[in-house]
């Protein structure tokens, strides 16, 4: 039999595993339908940094620096010239789980999500934005210390674009504009522009200074 001819309910019972420190575990049973090559998330909710399930008529309680990401939408991934998404990411996101991806860069706070994916799953086309309050971003080399980041990560087709983005830079003002271009989950183009005022730098090694700098 082909993979067009399967039909029915798939359940994950349990899932859970830790990702640059931060627990991420299913709060209930995740519950996907299949038909054909297309796969619809019936239930999909996770949670991120301890956040306590949800239980129906119950009040939700959370941990701090916790989070909970709601997955809803199809894929179709057979046949494969017609492989499509149609996926949406909603919830709050523990950002400390970007560092598995940085090992030199250290990230910490919450993010609002609410994120559109579509589009072919080799070139996927992301929509929505991602609004980022009180984050924390520690650059081990050169050191740089950036706090109470806040603003906007917006996704518009094939752009991202940051905006009203600002916070500290070791001690300083900071504030970010800008975005890029991007192929399916990369980006290819584009420019961001970092302007510090009254940052502390130590830079080369051992040596102090004080730096008003526009980066692009």
């Given at each position: 039999?082909?993979?067009?001819?399967?039909?029915?309910?798939?359940?994950?019972d349990e899932a859970n595993?830790?990702?640059?420190?931060?627990?991420?575990?299913?709060?209930?049973?995740?519950?996907?339908?299949?038909?054909?090559?297309?796969?619809?998330?019936?239930?999909?909710?996770?949670?991120?940094?301890?956040?306590?399930?949800?239980?129906?008529?119950?009040?939700?309680?959370?941990?701090?620096?916790?989070?909970?990401?709601?997955?809803?939408?199809?894929?179709?991934?057979?046949?494969?010239?017609?492989?499509?998404?149609?996926?949406?990411?909603?919830?709050?996101?523990?950002?400390?789980?970007?560092?598995?991806?940085?090992?030199?860069?250290?990230?910490?706070?919450?993010?609002?999500?609410n994120v559109g994916i579509?589009?072919?799953?080799?070139?996927?086309?992301?929509?929505?934005?991602?609004?980022?309050?009180?984050?924390?971003?520690?650059?081990?080399?050169?050191?740089?210390?950036?706090?109470?980041?806040?603003?906007?990560?917006?996704?518009?087709?094939?752009?991202?674009?940051?905006?009203?983005?600002?916070?500290?830079?070791?001690?300083?003002?900071?504030?970010?504009?800008?975005?890029?271009?991007?192929?399916?989950?990369?980006?290819?183009?584009?420019?961001?522009?970092?302007?510090?005022?009254?940052?502390?730098?130590?830079y080369p090694r051992g040596?102090?200074?004080?730096?008003?700098?526009?980066?692009?």
């Amino acid at each position: 039999a082909s993979i067009d001819g399967i039909k029915g309910q798939l359940t994950l019972d349990e899932a859970n595993f830790i990702v640059a420190g931060v627990p991420i575990t299913q709060t209930r049973p995740s519950r996907f339908a299949i038909d054909g090559g297309t796969v619809t998330m019936q239930d999909v909710v996770w949670s991120f940094g301890g956040f306590a399930a949800a239980v129906a008529g119950t009040a939700q309680a959370g941990i701090p620096g916790g989070g909970e990401l709601t997955l809803t939408g199809a894929a179709r991934f057979f046949p494969s010239d017609k492989a499509t998404l149609d996926l949406t990411l909603k919830g709050d996101a523990d950002l400390r789980i970007l560092s598995a991806f940085a090992p030199t860069v250290a990230v910490d706070g919450l993010a609002k999500v609410n994120v559109g994916i579509a589009g072919p799953p080799s070139a996927p086309i992301f929509s929505g934005r991602v609004d980022v309050a009180g984050a924390e971003v520690l650059i081990r080399e050169p050191r740089i210390v950036l706090g109470d980041l806040k603003g906007t990560i917006a996704f518009d087709g094939r752009r991202v674009l940051f905006d009203s983005f600002t916070g500290t830079a070791n001690g300083g003002a900071l504030v970010l504009d800008g975005g890029f271009l991007l192929a399916g989950a990369r980006p290819v183009g584009g420019a961001l522009t970092m302007q510090m005022q009254g940052a502390a730098l130590e830079y080369p090694r051992g040596l102090q200074s004080e730096s008003d700098a526009l980066l692009i």
